[in-house]
């Protein structure tokens, strides 16, 4: 069956520290692999996308890698601060559907 | 522009009664989608729709239907609700296919079913 798994526990680092994310599937091909930031009480926000043909993608202080062999991305958050305290959710692309992750919560200390 | 929008932000329901949730979008994007998302669970997709008159099954589409009549409204039924459609619901648009492009995501409704 499909599957697609993030870090099950949460995150806690300190501020300035690098946060790494991880999320692994299986069963699934997809052609596109995005991520999203949640707050609580509030709906996913849109941050990444990455395709298949690329390795790695960057925006500002986030980078996402994609190893479609090893069926894996990582997400990175570089000099972190505590508002980058959130939910952050993987998604696949698959049959022009997105299938999520559950997500991993992020705590950054001051 | 306001988005995605969804109404109520809240609602409780007993067992048996129907409601709809709605959902608009003002980016005139013609894919929407409703998801639920349950604690410890990622977003699960409910129904899809890929322009006006169009819709199709997610991935748990039991107990609720939809509509697409406009490219702006997509709302959610719930024929008959039951306690196991306590969640909170969240509505979509993208202005492709999902998954190529990025998905503007509505502020939820949150829903007890009693």
């Known amino acids: 069956s499909q599957k697609i798994e993030q870090n099950s526990e949460a995150l806690n680092i300190q501020e300035g520290k690098t946060a790494t994310l991880t999320c692994n599937y299986t069963n699934y091909s997809p052609a596109y692999l995005q991520w999203y930031r949640q707050d609580p009480g509030r709906g996913p926000v849109f941050l990444l996308l990455?395709?298949?043909?690329?390795k790695e993608k960057r925006k500002e202080r986030l980078k996402v890698t994609f190893d479609t062999t090893l069926k894996q991305s990582l997400f990175h958050i570089t000099a972190s601060q505590p508002a980058d305290s959130a939910t952050y959710l993987c998604?696949?692309?698959?049959?022009?559907?997105?299938?999520f992750g559950a997500g991993t919560t992020v705590t950054v200390r001051a | 522009n306001a988005g995605v929008t969804q109404t109520p932000k809240f609602q409780v329901l007993k067992t048996g009664q129907s409601m709809t949730l709605q959902c608009a979008q003002d980016?005139?994007?013609?894919?929407m989608s409703w998801y639920r998302q349950d604690p410890g669970m990622g977003l699960r997709l409910i129904h899809y729709s890929v322009g006006a008159g169009i819709t199709d099954q997610g991935e748990v589409p039991n107990g609720y239907n939809v509509s697409r009549s406009t490219t702006e409204d997509f709302p959610l039924r719930l024929l008959s609700a039951a306690p196991s459609q306590t969640s909170v619901y969240f509505c979509a648009s993208t202005a492709g296919l999902a998954g190529v492009h990025e998905q503007y995501f509505g502020p939820g409704t949150r829903l007890t079913v009693t």
């Open positions: 998604a696949l692309a698959n049959d022009y559907k997105l299938s």
């Open positions: 990455i395709r298949e043909n690329e």
């Open positions: 980016m005139n994007h013609e894919y």
